[in-house]
């Protein structure tokens, strides 16, 4: 996972990205977990509804959100080689998401909540997210292409969300119930959908792909090279 295969010389492939599928990710993504607190803000305010169902709603938006906002962000990747998807693992991927903003949002909303509450919730979201893009880069196919991590971008750009996480989830906590809950909402949603899009987008830059030379000629890929 973090280092280059021994049992090739490889070639290293040049990756791009669409500026405007990359900006719709990120749109998608902070509309995504700005449903969410929309909907943790109504925990408990409607006794036709309970607060559990309120978290869950919260868990489905904020990991729909993420995971489209992943495969999104996989289809900004310009790349000389085609991807293909597991449908099964594609569709698994979003648990991990799902049960980590479970896992969250029920720990801010209980009645004590200290510093390290806000810690443990911030790093399950993280793992959490984590979890769904691994999973979800597993579930996709490289034509002929084998890959790595940089461990270093890789870990940074969890530690970001992380760290971006405990900001959302604080800020959306301890104020939702003011007058200003709609800009807490939209700040802590903004703040949330940039952090989970750091973490993808920092783990794949992190990714170096690579192609056995010996297949370089079956691809066609020798101009999009570099060696």
Known sequence: ??????NATLININMGFSLWIVIASIVVGIVGTFTAFSCEARAGQNILITKTLWNWLASISLAIGVWVLHFIGMAAIRMPVTMSHNIGLTAVSILPALVAAFIAFYVIN???????LYILASVTMGIG???????????????????????????????ISIIGSFVALYIFSSIKNQMMGLTVRIIAAVILGTAVAVLHYGNILSMKFYISPD?????????????
């Open 129 to 159: 997210v984590t979890c769904m893009h691994l999973i979800g880069i597993y579930a996709m196919t490289f034509d002929g292409i084998e890959y790595y991590f940089n461990p270093v971008l890789f870990f940074a750009s969890i530690v």
């Open 110 to 116: 209980l009645p004590r909540r200290g510093f390290a």
């Open 215 to 227: 297949k370089v000629a079956s691809h066609g890929l020798m101009s999009a090279m570099e060696m």
């Open 1 to 6: 996972m973090f280092s280059i295969p021994e």
